[in-house]
Each structure stands twice: as structure tokens, then as C-alpha cells.
């Protein structure tokens, strides 16, 4: 059984860097043609990809936010981080790590960020 | 970054009814498409993928057709538990993206 689960702040000040944690089980990131990615949804708005890491440490940005994110995986921890500095009051929302195969997509839970002074 | 416009935003029907919604890429994503539902407070459900393969243990009252910039997904029949927001997500080039999401009310 697959399972993610992220970890983190709930409440951050702005200009801060949030650094998140999915820690999952069922599959390993060293298996050739695997990613684990971060999807974000403010309140009341769509979802957005923001990151995504392969198997053989591959990474991809969103184009608009690539000079804050950092995405890295330890493969022996099973888990995945994802920084995100000066954060702002729009980076508000709730964070997802998943797990997309070809035909299906695993989730975490999500965990809400807030961004206020 | 590819573009995707749902429309409706909003579509109002009754159980039992059929729902169609749209999604339009504003460039060809040939079939990578996927479509999802999401409940309040949950993360998203995959109900489709590669525009109109169902996922395991999606009804098959959800379908979905079409390829390059045209797209739908059907709900023929709604269940009273279908009443969600539905988005579109395409997986063909980096950034993957999604739409505005369709909200089915009663």
C-alpha cells in the first residue's frame, strides 16, 4: 500500500523559507521511471504543480517560482523536501506531495500553510 | 505553460441528470490528460487518464473523450455524491498544469 504523508509549519512569517517534508512508504524513489511532486491549492482556487523529482534525481520547476523552490529527495529516509524562500501572504494554501504513475496518482493528505506576519 | 479553460464554472442539475464538461488546451496535449474530482477538505481523485482511460474503481458512469486541444468528461447519470468540483490536468509538457476546475451543484 502506498501512502504520503507531508510535514511542516502551519504558519509562516513573510520573507521566511517554508521547507516541507513528504515522507512515504510502498515504493522507493530509487526505482528506475518513479517521481514524487509537490501540487499546491490556495483557498478557493485551483491546484498548481509546483516541483517534481525522478527516480535518478531529475528535477523539474515551475518556470514562475523556480528561483524559490528547491526540491531534493533521500532516497534511504523515503522522503522528498521542498523549500520554498520569501514566502508571501499569496503562497497561502494547502500543500500536497503525490506520487503520479502512469495510471493513477497517489496523495498525501495535504497540509495547510499559512503566510502572516 | 499550457492553458486550460473549463467551462462551465458552474453547471446546475438534479440527480439523475447528465453532466458535460469541457476542458480546451491552448496548445495539443495530444491525450495526456487526465481528470479529477475533489470534495471540500479532500485532495483530488483521479478519475481519468490519458482523456478517457477510467481509473481503477471509478464508475462507469464517468467517461471522457477527445484529443490535442478539445476534451470532455461525462457523467451520465449523476449520483448524488458526483456534486464536486471537477479539474482537468494535462501531463503532456512541463510545467504539468490544471484548469479552473467545473463546480456540478445541485
Known amino acids: 500500500q502506498i501512502t504520503l504523508k507531508e510535514s511542516g509549519p502551519t504558519l509562516v512569517k513573510p520573507t521566511q523559507t517554508l521547507t516541507l517534508t513528504c515522507t512515504f512508504s510502498?515504493?522507493?524513489?530509487?526505482?528506475?521511471?518513479?517521481?514524487v511532486g509537490w501540487i499546491r491549492q490556495p483557498p478557493g482556487k485551483a491546484l498548481e504543480w509546483l516541483a517534481l523529482?525522478?527516480?535518478?534525481?531529475?528535477?523539474r520547476y515551475r518556470p514562475s517560482l523556480k528561483s524559490r523552490l528547491t526540491i531534493t529527495k533521500d532516497t534511504s529516509k523515503n522522503q522528498v523536501v521542498l523549500t520554498m524562500t520569501n514566502m508571501d501572504p499569496v503562497d497561502t494554501a494547502t500543500y500536497y506531495c503525490?506520487?503520479?504513475?502512469?495510471?493513477?496518482?497517489?496523495w498525501g493528505q495535504g497540509t495547510p500553510v499559512t503566510v502572516s506576519s | 505553460e499550457v492553458v486550460l479553460t473549463q467551462s462551465p464554472a458552474t453547471l446546475s442539475l438534479s440527480p439523475g441528470e447528465r453532466a458535460t464538461l469541457s476542458c480546451r488546451a491552448s496548445?495539443?496535449?495530444?491525450?495526456?490528460l487526465v481528470w479529477y474530482q475533489q470534495k471540500p477538505g479532500q485532495a483530488p481523485r483521479l478519475l481519468i487518464y490519458?482523456?478517457?482511460n477510467r481509473a481503477t474503481g471509478i464508475p462507469v458512469r464517468f467517461s471522457g473523450s477527445g484529443s490535442g486541444t478539445d476534451f470532455t468528461l461525462t457523467i451520465s447519470g449523476l449520483d448524488p455524491e458526483d456534486f464536486a468540483v471537477y479539474y482537468c490536468?494535462?501531463?503532456?509538457?512541463?510545467?504539468?498544469?490544471f484548469g479552473g476546475g467545473t463546480k456540478v451543484e445541485i
Open positions: 503525490a506520487h503520479p504513475r502512469h495510471d493513477t496518482i497517489h
Open positions: 510502498g515504493f522507493s524513489l530509487s526505482t528506475s521511471g518513479l517521481a
Open positions: 523529482i525522478y527516480w535518478n534525481d531529475d528535477k
Open positions: 496548445q495539443t496535449v495530444s491525450d495526456y
Open positions: 490519458d482523456a478517457s
Open positions: 490536468q494535462q501531463r503532456f509538457n512541463w510545467p504539468f498544469t
